[in-house]
């Protein structure tokens, strides 16, 4: 299988814990698409779900297939979300804002009882760090607060630069909520809960990518080994 069936393979898995009646948390990015995809074919033959997306892209796919959708607002607590992930370590800590939509996506899964990741098994790895960590930021002070991640990081042993996110078009990138994104490159993250707890406190920061304690379910999709379902 390509790496979109391997995907899409996970996104279906994922999709047979669904049950009537649920509440869910749709994530962001391309393995996500998959699964909303996938759950419009089971709303078109009968299943009940209601559904608050995790950004304006999943918002405006889950209306063009007939997802019902409503808000955290009328809806604050969710039966389970389902989401992307962009690395994924063995205590199911992850990586997560390569798509742009960290703070929403982190908004929704704490809303739900149960947050499962899909994902084919490049996204499995034994440290977090590889992938850059996204972190949100304020556009007031950006300068700044970069800055200070750039201070607090270093300060923790990391040597990587923090790097304005930006379009193919050399704008900056703005997120569903305004603001900009930082990506740290760190490497290796052996202790993603202290870093996690730094970063919190630096003035600017709105919320960064590590979601730690959310995920309770990984589905992988491995070419060789076919489905893995890892669960903490």
């Not at 390509?2 to 749709?26: C, N, P, T, Y």
């Not at 999943?58 to 604050?76: D, F, N, Y």
């Amino acid at each position: 299988m390509d790496i979109e069936q391997l995907k899409r393979a996970a996104a279906a898995r994922a999709l047979e814990m669904v049950q009537s009646g649920m509440k869910l948390g749709l994530g962001t990015g391309s393995t996500a698409k998959h699964f909303v995809d996938l759950l419009a074919e089971r709303v078109k033959g009968g299943l009940n779900i209601v559904g608050v997306p995790t950004s304006e892209t999943t918002r405006l796919q889950a209306e063009s297939l007939g997802v019902p959708l409503t808000t955290l607002e009328q809806t604050p607590e969710l039966d389970l979300t389902i989401d992307g992930a962009d690395e994924i370590a063995p205590d199911l800590s992850v990586i997560k804002g390569g798509g742009g939509a960290l703070l929403r996506e982190k908004i929704v899964a704490a809303a739900s009882a149960r947050m499962i990741v899909i994902a084919d098994t490049s996204k499995w790895v034994q440290v977090l760090g590889r992938f850059p960590l996204p972190i949100e930021v304020n556009i007031f002070g950006f300068a700044a607060t970069r800055l200070a991640v750039e201070k607090a990081t270093a300060e923790m042993g990391y040597t990587g630069p923090a790097l304005l996110r930006r379009t193919k078009d050399g704008h900056p990138f703005v997120t569903d909520g305004g603001h900009w994104i930082i990506d740290a490159a760190l490497e290796r993250i052996p202790n993603p809960s202290q870093l996690a707890a730094r970063l919190c406190q630096i003035p600017g920061v709105v919320e960064h990518g590590l979601f730690i304690d959310l995920v309770r379910v990984a589905v992988l999709a491995d070419p060789a080994a076919g489905i893995r379902v890892i669960e903490k």
